[in-house]
Structures are given as C-alpha cells and as structure tokens.
C-alpha cells in the first residue's frame, strides 16, 4: 500500500505538467485563429494603427521674416531764416494738406529790408538807363555804362533775395500728413536748424525688411507679403513689393526690400516691427502628409503606407517644404494613398495592420521655407 500511494503521488506533477501543455496548446490554437481572421490574413496579431490621406493641395512656399514700418514720406520742418515765432497755425497729430501755412515769422524787419532793396534797386535801373543813352551820346566810356550795367544786375538779384526771405517766413507743408509734436511757442525766437515739429505721410507706409542672398533669385518686384503687427494680433495686413536693393550687403549678406502697404485707416505707424511672410512660391498641387508619419535614417526617409491587403508598405521619399505639423512629399507618393501616422514602432514591412482614421483638423495649406 505504501508503494502503491508512493507511486500516484509520483504521478501528480506529471498530471500537472500535461495540463499546462494542454492549456498552451489551446491557447495558441485561439492566437492563431484570431490571426487569420484579422487584416492580411498573415497570421499573429494585426497591429492596430492610425492612418491619414497623403492630400494634394495649394501650397505657397514663404519666408518668415522681421520686418518694420515706416512713412511713405517724413520730414523734420525748419526754418530757412532766422526770426521770432509770430502764429502756430497746425495742431499737434492733426492732418494737414499740401501748401497749409504751418508756422509765421515775425516779417517786421523783413518788410523793411525789401523795402530798401526795392529803392536801391529803382536807383539802380534808372542809372542803368541813364547810361545806356549817355552812352549813345558818347559822353561816357563803355566801361562807365557797363559798371552801371553790373550795378542794375547786382540789386536785381538783392531784390530778389530779400524777396525771398519775406517769402520764407511763411512755412509750409511739402505734402499732405499728419503734423508732429510742436517744438516752439509762439514769441520764440529761433534759428534755421531749430527743429519746429515734424511731418509725416502714412498713407501709404512702407515696410522694410532684409531678404537672405540664397532666395535673391526668387525676390521680383511685385510679390506679395503677408504682415502682422503685435498691436493687432489677429489681423494680417497684406502689401507688394516694389523696390529690390541693387546690391547685397557684404556683411549681412541680405538685400534690402520695401513694399507698400495700404493705410487708409492710420493704424499702421512708423517705428512698428512684426512678422512677415514674403510669399516665394505658390504650388498649385502638392503632397502633404502629417509630419508623424515621416521616419528618418540618416539621410535616408520613408513612410509606412497601407496596401491594399491590409499591410504596411515601407515606402521611401524625398522631403519638400516642411512646417510644425505638415510636411510635403516632394517624391515617393502620388497623393490619395493612406499613410500610417500612429503606431509606427510596432511595425516592419509586410506586418498586418487594423487602420483606422487619424481625427485632426484640416492642415494648413501655406508652408512655410526651411
């Protein structure tokens, strides 16, 4: 009896052992069944992925640049003569129009001076006539009469001059603007590099921005830029190019570029910066596809699409234009083809996958230069 027992509980982990084999064979009788009734019919698991479309859409190949503002025209405003301030006839930020008397000099001692120069200047002629019959006459020489002559010319020209001055006490606008800060009261006395105020055209503005050598070829008068400003975050403002500096500069190696911008509202003021996006290129069809979905060896890039036995097909490709997000494919796709864009480290070429669709949001359809 002792044997006997000794020899069935000998049997146990034998038992034991049968029933694990056993339930491991089921189990892989299940796994492989599941296998073949997935995706690609392969056998083992299919790896579940997320795919999105390869679109062909517009793109429009741009640089992203600092750009600044400035005034169509802009001038400091001086006197040309000394003298006191007698009227301020603008104010201070307020339009004024081309020929608007801006500021008077007191023209007392300037009347007076024409005054003299007119006199002086009646002598002068009646001499000069004076001369041209005695000459006639033969009772003067030729250098008398041409002395007379000089005189005439001489207080002609200072007529003239004081004339001038009178005339320069009346300063002007040059173009229609918006005028400065007022530098003088009215009484000052000044002089003819003082500063009086300023004058301003910002209808329309400039915008001023250096343009890297490398793109120079692609730069044409004409182009349009794309302009945003802090003090207007949602707004894009959106002008052309119309000069192109003839040379590069040799220690930045970028040209100078100005373009246009419309400003018939005045929130556009000289002495802003922001961001620009000088449009290069526009593709009318371009392949695009999620970023994510772009592995990279080296200089070597490829996709995984899904083939139409359900499995993942290592494609290479040749890299475009490139954003956050959104890359072209230059090469490699035609555009329609589903690509794997989630799941991508479970996969080698050949392996069944189970896609399903990425949910995002259309992509933007500007990219921007690397």
């Not at 008077?104 to 019959?133: C, M």
């Not at 182009?223 to 802090?230: D, G, L, Y």
Request: proline residues 5%; charged residues 20%.
């Amino acid at each position: 009896m002792n044997h006997g027992a000794r020899s069935q509980s000998d049997l146990f982990p034998v038992r034991r052992a049968l029933r694990l084999l056993a339930l491991f064979a089921m189990a892989t009788v299940v796994t492989t069944g599941c296998g073949k009734g997935g995706p690609g019919g392969h056998g083992g698991w299919a790896v579940k992925v997320r795919t999105d479309e390869a679109r062909r859409q517009p793109l429009a190949e741009k640089i992203a640049l600092v750009a600044s503002v400035d005034a169509n025209e802009r001038i400091t405003v001086k006197s040309e003569i000394d003298g006191a301030v007698a009227t301020i006839n603008f104010e201070e930020g307020q339009p004024v129009t081309n020929g608007q008397l801006l500021i008077t000099l007191d023209t007392r001692k300037l009347d007076a001076s024409v005054a003299e120069a007119e006199a002086t200047f009646a002598l002068a002629e009646t001499n000069r006539k004076r001369a041209g019959t005695m000459l006639a006459n033969q009772t003067i020489s030729q250098q008398e009469f041409d002395q007379a002559v000089a005189t005439f010319a001489a207080q002609e020209a200072m007529l003239e001059r004081t004339r001038q001055q009178l005339r320069d006490a009346a300063i002007v606008a040059p173009f229609d603007g918006l005028a400065g800060a007022r530098q003088v009261s009215e009484g000052q006395v000044i002089g003819r590099e003082m500063v009086l105020t300023t004058l301003v055209d910002i209808q329309p503005v400039k915008v001023e921005f250096r343009v890297p050598e490398r793109y120079l070829g692609a730069l044409q008068v004409g182009q349009a830029i794309a302009f945003h400003v802090p003090a207007y975050p949602d707004e894009e403002f959106r002008g052309d190019v119309y000069f192109i500096e003839p040379q590069v500069d040799p220690q930045t190696r970028t040209v100078l570029v100005k373009a246009r911008q419309a400003n018939a509202d005045g929130r556009l003021r000289p002495g802003m910066f922001g961001n620009l996006d000088l449009i290069l290129n526009v593709k009318s069809e371009a392949v695009v596809v999620p970023e994510s979905a772009v592995m990279y060896d080296g200089d070597r890039a490829t996709v995984y699409i899904v083939s139409t036995n359900q499995t993942a097909e290592m494609t290479d490709v040749t890299i475009g234009l490139r954003t956050a997000g959104l890359v072209e494919i230059a090469q490699g796709l035609q555009g329609g083809e589903q690509v794997i864009v989630e799941g991508l480290q479970k996969l080698q070429p050949g392996a069944a996958v189970m896609p399903a669709p990425l949910s995002a949001t259309e992509p933007v359809a500007t990219i921007a230069a690397p």
